[in-house]
């Protein structure tokens, strides 16, 4: 599961949801900055604005919370 991230040259930034292998089993919805977007087919645009280091959060069906993806969260 991830998302890319593509700078266009006016300077605004456009994530795509790449999917992942059965991820609508463990993952409730996805939530971009305070947005929730569902679930998203694989290649779906999930943003377009000019904020290219905005949150990208999984809820995650086992723990029910959140998790982090993009930004990479290094641990």
Known sequence: MAVNVTKLPNGTCQLYWLGGTDYESFVENLKV???VVGHPMAGSMIY??????????????????YQQ???????
């Not at 290219?52 to 809820?59: A, D, E, L, P």
């Open 33 to 35: 900055g305070n947005e």
């Open 48 to 65: 377009n604005g000019t904020d290219c280091n905005t949150t990208v959060k999984m809820y995650m069906r086992d723990i029910q919370t």
């Open 69 to 75: 993806i993009h930004p990479v969260v290094r641990k």
